[in-house]
Nanobody, 122 residues
Framework: QVQLAESGGGLVQAGGSLRLSCTASRRSFSVYAAGWFRQAPGKEHEFVAGMSWRDDSTSYADSVKGRFTISRDNARNAVALQMNDLKPEDTAVYYC???????????????WGQGTQVTVSS
């Protein structure tokens, strides 16, 4: 079982930046693929970014490519999401996710954090 905890959300103006961090308990991220989903009010969960532990390959939603970067820190048992040039449409609750496979992390991840709110004002 993996427990995930996000931090770093908040309120930022359009064009600004935020960095989300996610730490894992009990088991190291080095044996999982990890990523981020988000859910805006009234909408379904949406894949944002994912990272494979096998070869460090990454995947991003088209809406965030070139603006968001996912990275990991095995020493801290953490994965981060650097979000630059934020837009009002990025406003959502962001969830850290993990699974045994990269494909599952980008579609139907098994493990979810509690979520952290990101609000971008125009």
């Amino acid at each position: 079982q993996v427990q995930l905890a996000e931090s770093g959300g908040g309120l930022v103006q359009a064009g600004g930046s935020l960095r989300l961090s996610c730490t894992a308990s009990r088991r190291s991220f080095s044996v999982y693929a990890a990523g981020w989903f988000r859910q805006a009010p009234g909408k379904e969960h949406e894949f944002v970014a994912g990272m494979s532990w096998r070869d460090d390959s990454t995947s991003y939603a088209d809406s965030v490519k070139g603006r968001f970067t996912i990275s990991r820190d095995n020493a801290r048992n953490a994965v981060a999401l650097q979000m630059n040039d934020l837009k009002p449409e990025d406003t959502a609750v962001y969830y850290c996710v993990a699974d045994d496979t990269f494909s599952a992390v980008t579609t139907t991840p098994m493990y979810w954090g509690q979520g952290t709110q990101v609000t971008v004002s125009s």
